[in-house]
C-alpha cells in the first residue's frame, strides 16, 4: 500500500498568528515539532514523502533530517507563487494518489488518513461541521458534492456563514494535478495561489468531489499558542491512554507529563506531578510524585519524590530518593536517599551516598569526572572533587572534602578540623548585646 500514496505535506508558512520568530511547524508538541508528528504518520503509509518548505526553510530541513531519512524536501517560489496552490507547482509525486497534508496538523494519525486511501475517486476533500468556523475556509455542498470551496478572505457574508469547513486535506489523482495546477491563477484578494481553486475548475469540468467527513480532534489547525495547548493536551492524553492501556499505573494522570519519545517496558508506577522527556525508558520502577526524568534510563529503581534525573543517567537496582539530582551518571545498585547532587559519575552496587554529597564535577572550564567503586559508604555533606576515583569498600567519613585524586580500597577518607569550645560564650555575648 505504501507504494500506491505519495503524501505531500505543505510546511512553508510563516505562522504569523503564532506571534513568534520560529516558523510554525518548529514549535513543539509533546517533545517533539509539530511537523515531526506529521511525517511520522505519513510514513506509515507512504514510501514517497514530499514537504513542502519556504519560511525558515533551512532550519525546518536540519530539524526533520535529524528524525528521518528519505524525505523528499521542495522549496517553494513564495515570492512569485505564494499560496498553497503555488506550493504544488515544483512537487513531483510518484505515485498515482496524492494526498495533501498541511504541516500543522499535528494530530494525524495514519488511521485518521485511512479513509483517503479506501476511496478511488479523483478528488477526495475532508470536511467537518463547527460551530465557530472561524479561520477555515468554507465549502458549499450540494447533493452530496462538493461545489466550491471559498477562503475566509475571499468570503461573502452568506458563505461566512456556512458551518461546513475545509479541514485542509486532501487526496488527488496524479492526474488532476498535472492538468489544474498549472492553471491556477491569483486574481484573488490575497493574490495568491490557492489549491482550492482546483476543486472549482474540477467541478467545472464536472468531475466527481467526494467530501470525507473527519473529525476535528485528528485534523485540527494550530494557528495560534492557544490551539498548541489544546493540542499537546489531547497528544498528552493519547500518549498516557496507550501506556496505561500497557499495563503502566499513572496516578492522577491529568498531572502527569509524557513526551512523545517515552517508553516503558514491565510494569511501572508513575505518582502524580511527574515530567518524563526525551527518549527516556523506564523498566519495571517507581517513579514518585513531582519528579523529573529527562533523556534518562531507569531499570528496577524507585526515584522521588521531588528528584530530578538530567540527559544520560543511567540508574539500575537502585534507590534515589526526594531533592536528589543526577547527571550524565551511571548507578548500578546504589542508594542515595536525599539532597545530594551526582554529576558525570560511575556508582557501582552496594554503595550509600549520604545527603548533601556533592560530586565536584566542574572547574569553571572543563568537567571531570567521579569513579566510586562497590560498598563504599559516604558520610553526609561530603564534597567529592573530581577528578576522582574511590575505589570498592572505602569509608567516606561526613563533612570530609576529598580532594586526593584516588581513595584505595579498604581506606577511611577524613577531612576534618578539631572543634573549639568556648566556655558561657553564649550567655557573654547576648548579656553585652542586652547591655
Not at 530518593?321 to 536517599?337: D, H, P, Q, R, Y
Not at 569513579?371 to 553526609?380: A, E
Request: hydrophobic residues 40%; proline residues 3%.
Amino acid at each position: 500500500m505504501k507504494d500506491k500514496t505519495s503524501i505531500v505535506i505543505l510546511a512553508a508558512g510563516k505562522g504569523s498568528r503564532m506571534k513568534s520568530p520560529k516558523a510554525k511547524v518548529l514549535h513543539s508538541i509533546c517533545g517533539k515539532p509539530m511537523l515531526y508528528h506529521i511525517i511520522k504518520a505519513s510514513k506509515e503509509i507512504s514510501n514517497d514523502i514530499s514537504v513542502v518548505v519556504a519560511h525558515q526553510k533551512e532550519a525546518v530541513i536540519e530539524q526533520m533530517r535529524l528524525y528521518f531519512d528519505n524525505i523528499n524536501f521542495v522549496v517553494q517560489d513564495a515570492e512569485n507563487f505564494p499560496g498553497t496552490g503555488g506550493a504544488m507547482k515544483n512537487v513531483a509525486p510518484k505515485n498515482e494518489k496524492v494526498l495533501v497534508l498541511n504541516g500543522d496538523m499535528p494530530l494525524i494519525t495514519s488511521r485518521a488518513l485511512q479513509g483517503f486511501l479506501d476511496n478511488d475517486s479523483d478528488i477526495i476533500m475532508s470536511i467537518f461541521d463547527l460551530q465557530n468556523p472561524d479561520g477555515y475556509g468554507r465549502v458549499v455542498i450540494e447533493n452530496g458534492q462538493v461545489l466550491r470551496i471559498v477562503e475566509q478572505k475571499d468570503a461573502s457574508l452568506d458563505e461566512l456563514n456556512v458551518t461546513s469547513v475545509n479541514a485542509g486535506i486532501y487526496a488527488f489523482s496524479k492526474s488532476v494535478l498535472d492538468k489544474y495546477i498549472p492553471l491556477l491563477r491569483n486574481d484573488n484578494a490575497q493574490e495568491e495561489y490557492y489549491l482550492t481553486d482546483v476543486i472549482s475548475m474540477a467541478r467545472a469540468d464536472k468531475l466527481a468531489i467526494s467530501p470525507l467527513l473527519v473529525d476535528e480532534e485528528h485534523f485540527k489547525g494550530i494557528n495560534s499558542k492557544l490551539d498548541l495547548a489544546v493540542a499537546e493536551e489531547i497528544m498528552q492524553n493519547r500518549i498516557k491512554a496507550l501506556w496505561m492501556n500497557a499495563g503502566v499505573i499513572m496516578q492522577l494522570p491529568s498531572t502527569i507529563y509524557i513526551e512523545e519519545g517515552v517508553t516503558f517496558e514491565s510494569e511501572c508506577i508513575i505518582e502524580n506531578g511527574c515530567r518524563i522527556t526525551g527518549n527516556t525508558h523506564i523498566h519495571a520502577s517507581h517513579i514518585k510524585a513531582s519528579s523529573v526524568i529527562e533523556n534518562s534510563i531507569v531499570k528496577n529503581s524507585d526515584v522521588g519524590p521531588l528528584a530530578h534525573l538530567r540527559p544520560e543517567s543511567y540508574l539500575e537496582d537502585t534507590h534515589v530518593g526526594n531533592f536528589v539530582e543526577i547527571k550524565k551518571s551511571t548507578l548500578k545498585g546504589v542508594k542515595a536517599g536525599h539532597l545530594s547532587y551526582i554529576g558525570d559519575a560511575e556508582v557501582d552496587e552496594g554503595t550509600n551516598i549520604g545527603a548533601g554529597t556533592i560530586t565536584c564535577n566542574y572547574d569553571g572550564i572543563k568537567k571531570y569526572k567521579t569513579i566510586i567503586g562497590k560498598n563504599v559508604f559516604i558520610g553526609s555533606d561530603s564534597q567529592l572533587v573530581a577528578p576522582l576515583t574511590i575505589e570498592d569498600d572505602v569509608m567516606i567519613a561526613a563533612g570530609t572534602t576529598v580532594t586526593s585524586g584516588r581513595v584505595e580500597k579498604g581506606s577511611l577518607a577524613i577531612s576534618r578540623t578539631k572543634i573549639k569550645l568556648i566556655k558561657d560564650f553564649y550567655y557573654r555575648f547576648f548579656c553585652k548585646e542586652l547591655k
